[in-house]
Each structure stands twice: as C-alpha cells, then as structure tokens.
C-alpha cells in the first residue's frame, strides 16, 4: 500500500519515527511529508533514511512533478500522525499552504488522523468544532490518549501508542473481507506446572498467532486473541483472554468455539501433563532423580473440529514439523491434515531453529486431503495475510453460517 504519512509540529513528532518502522516493516511504501513545525522537532533526514524517500513539506520543492497534486493523489491511505490543533483547524478550513494540506485536500483514499496536544486545547470549542468537521466529511479522527502529556501536565491529549494508530489506520483502508466475521485464535504456549516454581513448556512466543490476530483485525474481523503465555504483546484492537494450561485453554477455545465463524490453532499446545502437581517445591532429596508421570493432555484441535456449532464454521490448525529419517516435513503433515479434521493445515519447518520466535515464517497450507492450497515466505504478517487470502476465497461456504 502507498501510505502518506503526515506529521505536524508537536513534540510527539519523535513517535511518528516508530510508526514510520511498523508502517515499513509491514512492507508499505511511505511518503513522509512533514509540516515546517515539524522538521524543527525531527529532521528531515531522519524521515528520508526510515522511509527510503524524499522529504519535503514545501509546496515549491520538486515543483516540475506536480508534487503537491501527486502526493495525494496517488495515495491509498493517509496518516497524519501527530495531528496538532493547528493542524487540525487548517485541514477544517481546507486550507492549502504546506505540502500536507495540500495533500489532504486532494487525496480521496481513506484518512486517519491522530491528535495530539495539551487537554485544554482539545477541549476547546474551536479544536471541537474542528474535528466535528472533519468527522463529518468522513475524516477518521481518533481520540487521544488520556495520560502523561510535556512537562508535569496530564490528561487527554496524548498521541495514542504508534501500535494503535497503525492497528486504527490498517482497518480503515485494508481489505476489509473478514467484516462481520468472528475470529477466534489461540497463540503461545502451553504451560504444564510440576510444582509452585516449574513447568513443561514450550519454545512458541506467539508471534505467528498474533500476527494472524492483527491481519484479521485490519482485514475486519471482530477478533478474540487466546494466549497462552505468549512473550510478544497483543495487537491493539482485539479482546484477549489469557489461560496457562493445555486443560484452560482446551476449554477457553470450546467456549469461544460457540459463537465463531473460524476458529485458529496457532498455540504449541502440550500433548502431556505432569500425573501430579506437588503442591511444595521439589526438593533435591540426596542423589536421587525424581522421575515425573505424565499424562496425555487433549487434543483440542481435534475436538473443536469434530463439534462444531455449525458445519459452515471453518477450523484451522497449525503443524510446526522437522522431517525425519522415515518422512519428510510435507510426508508428516499430511498424515497430520488427515488425522486433525481441520478444514486447513498450515504447516511450518522448525528444524535447524527455524520458526520459533523470529519474525519471519515458511509456510505451506494443505487440505484435509494433503493437497498444497497456498505457499508463502516472509514476515509472520505476510505469511498471516496470505492465510486470511485463502480463507476470504472461501467466503461463500462461511456465508452460510449461522453464527
Ligand atoms: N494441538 C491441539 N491440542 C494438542 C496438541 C496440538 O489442539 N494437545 C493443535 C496445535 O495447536 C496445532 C495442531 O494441533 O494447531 C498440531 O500441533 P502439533 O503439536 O504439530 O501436533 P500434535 O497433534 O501434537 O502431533 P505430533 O506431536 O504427533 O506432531
């Protein structure tokens, strides 16, 4: 997507810096065009080296390419992060007198605009009136956040965190293929206590499956994120529910379960539990070794496909697979698409350290029959959007579910 990013002359121009990089790694093209305020606070180098593109906010730079029509023009979503009160008032006015309210008056792709300013200037009437304007002529205006503003001061009016603002942004102008569609994911790993201090877990950081939860809110979905233990925050925007065990989470999903039109598996769920929980810490009792009993934990994914609330809900499972002297990666997952009674098997390698929690993911997404539907190679968000592709092609069959 070819993203402009506005950014006007307030201290919290150096956030901007940080959705410049999320907006970036989520692999958009960025136009920065920052207003002369705001070059006095974060130069225009800085914009240039993050965004790979020139920087001007002055109408009579660069003028033979027409850039205070181009820029607008040619945008699919524009930013304006952080939106000051004078900012604010000139883009109501629908004035034209710097680069970026130029580009505001001709860009017709959707607009977010972020505010960020001292609580009485967003309260008074004028800011108000100003972003009541704006509102109405379809201007997504967030509200700023309520906290720490400069100096001692706190109250509404701070820039709400780059996250948000790109979560807010992405659902605005991204396919929006997923609306009205509930979507349950379950991300992390599981943690099995053996006694108050220790468990068996799991190397998964949640990365895959928050990832799969924030494409899914930018595509429109109304996303409930299950985490076990994950060591990545959540995406803004999504409800979470947090379990520990295997048993919370097989019940948190069946519970979530009822109500969804698909349901996701991301989470590295413990297949054995500790036979006991010692209810003091295990000591070291001379030299000998405790041995721990284990027992089989369920399988969730098995039992979320085999009792569906509707045959129309579309459940997705996850395989992270090292191949083996006796089969392949691909030879073990389709025993294992086979045997889950998931509509799709996402698999993924992690063999030599691969998948566990970097950013980038290889993933190759069968049917119930072992047949390849997709590939991708990438970040996690890529490999997540191309997982919802998939599932947007699908569309017909989840349109017949009554959930
Ligand atoms: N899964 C589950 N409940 C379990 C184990 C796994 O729901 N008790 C889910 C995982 O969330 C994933 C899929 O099943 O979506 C495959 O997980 P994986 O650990 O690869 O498979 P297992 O069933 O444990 O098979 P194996 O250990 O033989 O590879």
Known sequence: MRVVLGVAGGIAAYKAV?????????????RVVPTAAALRFVGAPTWAALSGEPVTGDLFDDVENVTHVEVGRTADLVVVAPATADLLARAAAGRADDLLTATLLMATCPVVMAPA??????????TVANVATLRARGVHVLDPDDGRLTGTDSGPGRLPEPEAIMAAALRLAGPQDLVGRRVVISAGGTQEPLDPVRFLGNRSSGRQGVALARAAHARGADVLLVAANMSVPPPPGVEVRTVTTAAELHDAMLEAATDADIVVMAAAVADFRPAQVASTKIKKTGS??????????????????????????????????TGDDNASILDHARAKAGRKGADLLVVNPVDDGRGFATPDNDITILDPTGQVLATATGTKDHVA?????????????????PA
């Open 18 to 30: 940080a959705l410049l990089r999320l907006l970036r790694e989520a692999g958009h093209d960025v």
């Open 117 to 126: 300013m001292h609580t009485q200037m967003w309260q008074h009437p004028a």
């Open 288 to 321: 000998h070794a405790p041995t721990v009993e284990l027992v089989q934990n369920p399988d969730i994914l098995a039992a979320l496909a085999s009792n569906r609330p509707s045959p129309a809900q579309l459940v997705i499972g996850f395989a992270a697979e």
């Open 385 to 401: 959007h191309t997982v919802w592709d998939l599932v947007a092609t699908m569309g017909d069959n989840l349109d017949d579910n």
